[in-house]
């Protein structure tokens, strides 16, 4: 069972609105992507499918992973017959996906939910095609450091209380400084294409206005476009 199960419904349904995700994560991993049209793209931790959708409305063919039972129906419903939703563990070896049998993988807010980052990223360069692309967003460093204090320098545990749409669900995550991320990518061979630290988009300056002026002083995600070596 995933920690989203407590509130999958919330959370989905939150998430498809919000500053955070709809108009600021969710463009900008999509912008990172760039060009679909074609490519087999695993959504490897997809939620409840939003990120999925719209990689297929641009002429991707997904499969997606999903740790979370509540959240994989809720993806499965919203996809259908579009595309396949595995429940799965990211942290374990991904044994329904073949060798070489993607050109990219995306990685929505999902890896500071894993304590060792390696053994992942591993089985997605092992998936991957011969310079394929793998897509990152995270949480950035510097705001996890902020909100939760410690040494900006260790790896550690958090657990926070959210609440969505008036219910309270327990998430734990691991937040890292930027030199052990960039650690991970080099011991698994990865080659960095870009780092991002992006802003929303226009419209969110309309709908919410204090959450523009704070994505647009303090960075919140950040994001890494990866190739497996070529």
Not at 7 to 21: I, K, L, P, R, S
Not at 165 to 186: E, K, N, Y
């Amino acid at each position: 069972m995933g920690m989203y199960d407590q509130f999958a419904a919330a959370y989905a349904a939150d998430n498809e609105v919000n500053a955070y995700n709809a108009l600021y994560e969710r463009p900008a991993m999509l912008t990172l992507l760039g060009d679909m049209h074609g490519k087999r793209v695993l959504d490897a931790g997809c939620g409840a499918g939003a990120l999925a959708l719209e990689m297929l409305e641009r002429g991707a063919n997904v499969t997606c992973i999903e740790i979370s039972d509540a959240m994989a129906k809720l993806a499965h419903g919203r996809l259908g017959d579009r595309a396949t939703v595995h429940v799965a563990d990211l942290a374990q070896r991904i044994t329904m996906c073949a060798d070489a049998s993607f050109d990219v993988v995306a990685a929505s807010l999902v890896l500071h939910y894993l304590e060792a980052w390696e053994p992942t990223l591993r089985e997605f360069g092992r998936i991957l095609v011969r310079g394929g692309v793998l897509a990152i967003s995270t949480h950035h460093p510097t705001m996890d450091w902020q909100n939760a204090g410690g040494g900006y320098f260790e790896t550690r545990q958090i657990t926070e209380t959210w609440c969505k749409g008036g219910v309270p669900g327990s998430v734990t995550f691991w937040r890292r400084p930027l030199t052990a991320m960039i650690a991970a990518f080099r011991s698994t061979d990865f080659v960095i294409d870009t780092v991002v630290e992006p802003m929303p988009v226009a419209e969110c300056a309309e709908r919410f206005p204090e959450a523009y002026i704070s994505l647009t002083t303090a960075p919140r995600f950040l994001f890494f476009r990866l190739r497996t070596p070529s």
